[in-house]
């Protein structure tokens, strides 16, 4: 039998159970890793098991297929309820109480084989994650199906991983990221619509391959009205510079993750006598369950030298408003130089975290090496843009626009009031209405 992983032919439902069955089952995450988080969440506490007699909670339902789930899906879900929709959230991995209350029901799957189970449902709309190395599961939800499949693809594999040939640097064979690429082109060639957090113009790299960009929506995490920060922020003497989000570990290789590790920017940022915080994204210990100075020593190492530096697990993004009322501005500060990762990925992408900033009210401060999000910043007024070598620079610079923090303040508020999540499911709403009647 032809190796599924090379084999030309159309996908199908048994080409992608060979594909789980010999990459994915057991193995990402570990059996042990995926219990041990499950355990720590009390994830069967929240969520019941799909099965037969389950089944039912996903009709006359939005339903969100994640494998661990993102805030992204939270806000989204959330936003829908508001507008009366119910929302069920279907993961492998699970979640915790506070996770559980942004859906209606939590479904909990142990194997990709019991997601046939939703051949059963006819009055279903499936909004389904997608990230590098896992475009097998919105391909494998959109064949299973008959139903209306929405796919958001976090980060295009094509983009970030350029060629197969290179995807070992992302913890993927060659034969994987093969396979993750076709079922990127299923994707977008199939399934009802694909949001993303890129803007357009990043995606000529899939000109040549018979896609169908006209179905791609630029969807990125836009700011949740409900976690906004109600405070009035004003830029004391003392200025404090927040980063919030997930880090790579030490260990991963500098060649893909270098600028995420942030290791030779700190230095920089420590100049002068503005204070630094980095709230690590929690979910990553959870994961791990491995202590903070295990997974980054050097941060560690840091802290301990530099009164000026915090290094700490954070808040989940829902609660991260009553922890940052003592900050000036949110970080998008990176070193772009030597990492293997497609330049277009960088310069059109718009990150869940400018919009976990705008959430908190905090003024940027973004690297130009972001172009999208430079550009948001200058459109919108709201931060500071600097190129790499004027990152150790900052209290000058910051000195220089303090005149403007208040229009930063009030720009950021004008902007949540008209592009928040719960007017960017309208357009969701609008085309899934449409998608249905046309059917």
């Not at 919030?244 to 290789?253: Q, S, Y």
């Not at 626009?401 to 004008?414: L, P």
């Not at 592009?419 to 059917?439: L, N, P, Y």
Request: charged letters at 20%; aromatic letters at 12%.
């Amino acid at each position: 039998m032809a190796d599924p992983l090379n084999d030309s032919a159309p996908l199908s439902i048994e080409v992608l159970d060979r594909f789980i069955a010999r990459h994915i089952a057991g193995k990402r995450p570990p059996a042990t890793t995926l219990h041990r988080y499950r355990k720590h969440l009390a994830a069967l506490d929240h969520g019941v098991k799909l099965d037969h007699a389950t089944i039912d909670a996903l009709q006359d339902a939005w339903v969100f297929v994640e494998d661990r789930p993102r805030y992204f899906f939270h806000k989204v879900s959330a936003a829908l309820q508001a507008k009366g929709r119910k929302t069920v959230l279907l993961t492998r991995w699970g979640v915790g109480g506070t996770e559980a209350g942004f859906y209606d029901h939590v479904l909990l799957y142990d194997s990709f084989a019991e997601l046939k189970l939703l051949r059963e449902c006819d009055r279903t709309t499936f909004f389904v994650q997608a990230w590098v190395g896992w475009n097998f599961l919105p391909a494998y939800i959109h064949l299973i199906t008959n139903g209306t499949v929405y796919c958001n693809i976090n980060d295009f594999s094509r983009l970030v991983v350029e060629a197969p040939a290179k995807a070992e640097l992302f913890g993927l064979t060659e034969s994987e990221a093969a396979m993750d690429f076709r079922c990127e082109q299923y994707i977008m060639n199939h399934v009802n619509k694909v949001t993303m957090p890129y803007i357009k113009s990043g995606l000529k790299v899939y000109t040549t391959d018979d896609c169908r960009l006209n179905n791609l929506i630029t969807f990125p995490s836009y700011p949740s009205l409900r976690y906004m920060a109600d405070n009035k922020r004003t830029l004391g003497e003392q200025v404090h510079l927040l980063f919030v989000g997930g880090i790579p570990p030490d260990a991963l290789p500098d060649a893909t993750f270098r600028d995420a590790k942030m290791h030779t920017i700190l230095p920089d940022l420590l100049r002068g006598t503005q204070t630094v915080t980095f709230y690590i994204n929690p979910a990553a210990a959870n994961v791990s369950r491995r202590p903070l100075h295990e997974l980054y020593p050097f941060f560690t190492k840091v802290a301990a030298e530099h009164t000026r530096f915090t290094f700490q697990n954070g808040y989940m993004p829902w609660d991260l408003a009553r922890h940052s009322h003592q900050f000036s501005f949110g970080l998008m500060v990176y070193s772009l130089d030597g990492v293997q990762i497609n330049g277009m990925h960088f310069s059109h992408i718009l990150p869940s975290k400018l919009f976990t900033y705008m959430e908190l009210g905090l003024p940027v401060i973004v690297v130009d090496g972001l172009q999208a999000v430079r550009d948001f910043v200058i459109d919108n007024g709201v931060g500071i843009v600097v190129s790499e070598d004027e990152i150790g620079k900052l209290p000058e610079i910051i000195e220089q626009n303090r005149q403007n923090y208040q229009t930063y303040v009030q720009n950021i508020r004008d902007y949540c009031i008209t592009h928040h999540m719960g007017k960017m499911v309208d357009t969701m709403i609008d085309q899934d209405a449409s998608w249905r009647e046309a059917t």
